[in-house]
């Protein structure tokens, strides 16, 4: 037997001694960390590339204007006259 299913075996057994209460914050504790494992799974190269993907076929220009746009704030604080 490996030293990791060991190691596992021996987790799982203590978590069976836990009471319910005990085994909610348990994963409470731990849900936080797992998501954050699975999210860096994912390579950043795949994540450069699904984003390149969004100007697939933009010229420069057409690329300029569409950040332009997405920056521009001023018109989310129309002043009242």
Not at 10 to 20: C, D, H, R
Not at 59 to 76: P, Q, T, W, Y
């Amino acid at each position: 037997m490996s030293t990791d299913t060991t190691k596992l075996d021996e987790l799982a057994y203590q978590v069976k001694q836990l009471s319910p209460r005990d085994k909610v914050r348990l994963i409470e504790r731990i849900m936080p960390l797992l998501e954050q494992e699975l999210m860096t799974l994912h390579s950043t190269q795949d994540t450069l590339s699904a984003w390149a993907e969004v100007y697939a076929g933009f010229s420069e220009k057409e690329i300029m204007e569409v950040e332009h746009l997405a920056l521009d704030r001023r018109h989310f604080m129309k002043e009242d006259n």
